[in-house]
């Protein structure tokens, strides 16, 4: 699966067993991917690269970004439904209520 943000377009992969929850990006390097969680919370405990975040609502509508996200921070929204991590300095011309799509 991919994910289109604006213009660019990125590998997604769903963060959906436990495993891949809990583990995320952490102890990664030269990250060249997108992880979406369907949750309202992230952290950016033993991450080795800052990340890009978008937090979406259900239907995929941007309700707040982060960019150059560090280590050690937790992101919590209580209006998100998914939050969507990908490489740092991905995010270019977002703004809040662009719609990401999913493409096969």
Known sequence: MKLKVNNQI???EKANTPIKRLIGFMLKRNINKALVFKTKSIHTFLMKENIDVIITNKDNITIDFK????????VFNKNAYYIYELPNNFLKDLKKGDKLELLN
């Open 10 to 12: 990125i590998y997604l």
């Open 67 to 74: 960019k150059n996200l560090e280590k050690n921070k937790i």
